[in-house]
């Protein structure tokens, strides 16, 4: 059976009215089905285009081109302890956080929970509702224009057809996180979530994931991080891609060998479509300005390729991670991601991201497992 034989009906909403009124039933302990359609057209932001919303059998799709958006969300999504169920949400809350800027008050992301419940690591949301609902979804509107109006009946269909299934997706997850003692621990990965969303100025250690910069002295990697931030910021105002201004090679090549008049930074950044004269003398700047010793003290070491003792820690900590991983019947990836396991062995520092539930079941099994 396919999910278009069961299709049920979904206003298009485009007023402020008709939405609050929409919203005006959910209260607080509800569970809301929602999801989005965005595109990215030469942006650094998504463009929200569409949104899809699931209550107590209700549809709705409203269209933020029509609806003045503001503060219509936030007191139904994030005031009140509502339920709002996702899949794979990252992107989507980062195209509603010009009016969700912190992310729903409760996120219950359905391929989190999957993982969490022996269904594997990042299955996508057709895998998820054919295995746990039965139905099969049309994939055939997933590379659509949805900033185009009207949209079709097909896209309407196949957009609505994309929450259907949430609220009874929800419930059988929930259950079986429940089952398996994991419902804390989905709660903690999915506040995880929400707060990398609301990281409004970017990663504030961007010169981490630029390994060739990993044996530089640290007043250069402070001055690559400069740069990054740098581009991190305009790229924001100018809501335009990061790449548009400087590729990580090209800011490696110019902090590594700086140019030494703006004519040379021209040359070497001909055809970086916004790095128009403004932005241009502003690089040049900051590439020329001194690092000071307080930037250097905030930059995070980056972490390079593992080399000996190193390398033979992490593929002893990948060992432990996959038996425990076996034991507790979790993907590795969802438990320790390599990454974290190589930040740990080159900075002797336990990693942010394995806080909270991950260091309560690996702290004690990879601590000593440190190089000395």
């Known amino acids: 059976m396919t999910s278009s034989d069961l299709a049920p009906h979904a206003p298009w909403i485009d007023s402020r009215e008709a939405l609050d009124a929409w919203l005006a039933p959910i209260g607080p302990g509800t569970v809301v089905g929602l999801d989005t359609e965005f595109m990215r057209r030469n942006t650094f932001y998504?463009?929200?285009?569409?949104?899809?919303?699931?209550?107590?059998?209700?549809?709705?799709?409203?269209?933020p081109l029509a609806?003045?958006?503001?503060?219509?969300?936030?007191?139904?999504?994030?005031?009140?302890?509502?339920?709002?169920?996702?899949?794979?949400?990252?992107?989507?809350?980062?195209?509603?956080?010009?009016?969700?800027?912190?992310?729903?008050?409760?996120?219950?992301?359905?391929?989190?929970?999957?993982?969490?419940v022996g269904m594997g690591l990042g299955i996508s949301y057709r895998a998820l509702v054919a295995e746990l609902v039965g139905a099969e979804l049309d994939k055939g509107?997933?590379?659509?224009?949805?900033?185009?109006?009207?949209?079709?009946?097909s896209q309407k269909l196949y957009a609505t057809l994309d929450v259907v299934h949430l609220h009874p997706v929800h419930a059988i997850l929930a259950e079986r996180l429940a089952e398996r003692g994991r419902t804390g621990w989905h709660a903690e990965d999915c506040a995880r979530m929400k707060r990398r969303a609301s990281h409004r100025e970017g990663d504030p250690q961007p010169q981490r994931g630029v390994k060739p910069a990993a044996e530089w002295p640290m007043e250069r990697q402070a001055l690559l991080r400069r740069v990054l931030r740098w581009r991190e910021t305009t790229?924001?105002?100018l809501d335009k891609p990061r790449s548009w201004l400087l590729e990580d090679a090209q800011a490696v090549d110019l902090v590594g060998r700086l140019p030494e008049t703006p004519a040379s930074l021209d040359e070497r950044t001909r055809g970086t479509r916004a790095l128009r004269s403004p932005q241009r003398q502003e690089l040049?700047?900051?590439?020329?300005?001194?690092?000071?010793?307080?930037?250097?003290?905030?930059?995070?070491?980056i972490v390079g390729h593992p080399l000996g003792d190193a390398k033979r820690a992490i593929n002893e900590m990948r060992s432990a991670v996959d038996t425990l991983a076996t034991q507790l019947d979790l993907p590795p990836g969802l438990l320790c991601a390599r990454r974290s396991m190589e930040e740990f062995v080159m900075t002797k520092t336990w990693p942010e991201a394995l806080d909270g539930w991950r260091r309560e079941v690996l702290f004690d099994r990879l601590s000593p497992l440190l190089p000395d």
């Open 67 to 116: 609806v003045p958006l503001g503060d219509a969300l936030a007191p139904t999504f994030a005031a009140q302890p509502v339920v709002t169920v996702m899949h794979s949400a990252g992107e989507d809350l980062e195209a509603m956080s010009p009016f969700l800027p912190d992310g729903p008050h409760t996120l219950f992301d359905t391929q989190i929970a999957a993982a969490f």
């Open 141 to 153: 509107e997933t590379r659509s224009d949805w900033l185009q109006r009207p949209l079709t009946e």
């Open 46 to 63: 998504p463009q929200l285009a569409l949104l899809q919303l699931a209550h107590d059998g209700r549809y709705a799709l409203i269209d």
């Open 235 to 237: 790229a924001r105002e």
């Open 284 to 301: 040049f700047d900051l590439l020329h300005r001194p690092v000071e010793p307080d930037e250097v003290a905030a930059t995070a070491p």
